[in-house]
C-alpha cells in the first residue's frame, strides 16, 4: 500500500506552508472577506499528487478481494443507497451503487394528480431542498400555459427568497450529515441546530417545517407573514458568526484535512461526461450555475459569485458548500432589499381560485373554487423542459401535456439520480473509510434518487 | 428560456433543419425529431458542436394520445424518447425526440459518447421496457429485478385508491 506516506508527505508539507503566496495567513490577520475567498481555495496538494492518490493498486489476483454491501440500512449511505463494494485489504477496486429501495412511483402519481395537487408530489422528491422542487414544478406548468411573464413582482422575489433560504437549509444539513460520516459529531448538532432555525422560518410562512407545497402555479400560496422581514434578519445575523464557527471547527482542522483533501477526484472531463452538476461539477472548477449561465427568476439582477474548486476532490465539494451558504446569504439581502409589495399569485381566473371572502358573496366564485379545486385546470397541449439550481444540481422538469387537467407525463431529472453515478469514479482506489467521506460529499438525497 | 411565453411551434414556410434533421421550437426551446436511424448520427453532430453534457434522457408513453402535435414528416409512433442536451460554452439547450415503434422498443444506447447516460437509460428500460443496443448494463434500476410489466407505460394499471370527487369516474368502479 503506498496510499498513507503519500498522505503524510502531502500533509507535512501543507503544514509547513511552503506554498509560497498562497500560505494560510494566521486567521487574526484576514479579514472576513479575505477569509471568504480565501477558505477552501489555498494550500492544496498539487492535481498530480492528488492524483496519484487515485491510483489503482497493481492487478489484485481474485482471491485477494472480496465484495461487500454496503448499505441499504448503513447509516451513512444517506438513506438507502446500497453500494457493492470490491474490496482489496481496505482499498475500494471497484463500487457500483445499487438504487430502487425508495422507489414509490412518484413520477406515475404525478400522473394522476392535477397540476394544483402535483406540487404535493414533487415537493417530496428531494425533501431536502422541497422548496426547489415545487419552483421548477410550478414554473414548467407556467410555461406550458404561457403566463410565466404575468408572475407577479412578489411572487418572484418571494419565490428567490425561499429558494434561497432553502440552499442554506439543505447545505446546513450537509455541513452537519458531513461531519457526522467523517466523525465530527459535534457538527452533526450545530448543523443541524442551524438547519431547524431556517426550518422554522419555513414553518411560519408555510405552515410546515417541510413538503410545503407553497410554491404553486401561477405563484405562491399565501402572502409572507407579519414580521418576516424580522425573521429572515434574524437568519442573516445569526448564521455567519455560525459559519465562522464551522471554519474553526472543520476548515482548518488538520484531521478534517487528511480526511477530505484528495479523496474523491473526479475530473472535468469525467464530471461532464456523467453529466455531473452542481457542487461536484463546480469543484471541478467548471464555473457553471444555472441561476448565473441561464438566469431564471430575477438571477439575473443579483450580484453573488459562483464558487469552484480546483481539485474536484471532497475538501472542494465542503469548501463549496460552505462558501455557497454565505452567497445565498448576500442574495438574501438584495432580495430583502428589492422585495416589491402587491400580489403574490396570478390574478388570471383560470388558475387562481377565488379568496375566500368572495365565496361567501358569489355563487359564481364558490362553483368556481369547487371546480379549480376539483377538476383542476386545463394546461394547453405541449411539451416543455425546465431547469432551475437546487442546492444539488440542475432539477428539470419535463412536462407533457395532452391538454387535459393532469400531466400526460411528468418526469422529474433529479440532480442526485445523476450525480450518484461519479460515485465509483471517485471511489476507485480509495479506502473503505473514505467511501464514507465520497458519499457524504455527493450529497445525496435518495428520495429523489428513487422517486 | 427568456421567451418562453412564445406560444406554440413557430411554422417557417420551408421546414427547419439542423444536421439535416428537422428542428421545431416548443414553448421557445429548440427540439429535433431525428429518425431512428439518424439519432446517434445528429447526437454525434450536436456532441461535437459544444453539446458536451446529457442533461436527462427520458421517455414518454403515447398510447392514449395519439394525436400530439408533430412537424409534418414525423410518424407518430406509440413511444418517444426525448434527450435534453446542454452546451455548456454557449449556455444552450436542445431537446432530441425520437419515435421508438411499439413493435420494436428499441433503440442506440447513448453510452460511448455520455457515459453519464447509463443510469438514465436504465431507467427508462425498467419503466418502458425500451431497450437500449450495446448498453453495457440494461437491468432494471428502480424495480427489483423479478418485476414483470413497466410501470410507466400507459396500459399498466396503477392500482390507486379511488378518492373522492374523483372526475375520472371510470376509476370510480370500486367493485371489481
Redesign the interface.
Known sequence: MTIEPDVHDIVATIREGNEAEQGLKPRSELTARELLREVGAVLRMSEAEAAKLGDLPVDPSEDQTMIINMGPQHPSTHGVLRLMLELQGETVLRCKPIIGYLHTGMEKTGENLTYMQGGTNVTRMDYLSPLNNELVFSMATEQLLGITDEIPERAVWMRMLLSELNRMSSHLLFMATNGMDLGAVGMMIYGWREREQVLRFFQKVTGLRMNHNFIRPGGVAADLPAGWRDDVLHLLEMIPPRLEEYDILMTGQPIWRDRLQGVGVITQEEAMALGATGPILRSTGIAWDLRRDQPYLHYDQMEFDVIVGSYGDAFDRYAIRLNEIRESIRIVHQILDAMPSGDYRIQNKKVTPPPRARIDESMEALIHHFKIFTEGFKVPEGEVYVAIESPRGEIGCYIASDGSATPYRMHVRAPSFVNIQCLPHMMRGGLVADAVAVISSVDPVLGEVDR | ??D??T??VVAPEAPATLYGVLLSH????RVLHPTREQYVATVRALLADTF?????L?A???L??PG??LPDGIVAERFEL?V?LLS?ER?E?I?VRVQVPEADPSIATLFDM???????ER?VYD?FGITFTDHPDLT?????EDWEGH??RKDYD?G?IPVQ?S?DFAAKDVAK
Open positions: 428560456m427568456s418562453a411565453a406560444p406554440e416548443s414553448r421557445g426551446q458536451v453534457m446529457c442533461a436527462d427520458t414518454v408513453d403515447y392514449t394520445f400530439r402535435t426525448v435534453n455548456i449556455r439547450r431537446r455520455y457515459p453519464g447516460t447509463e443510469a438514465m431507467e419503466m432494471r434500476i428502480l424495480m427489483p410501470p410507466l396503477q390507486r370527487f372526475t
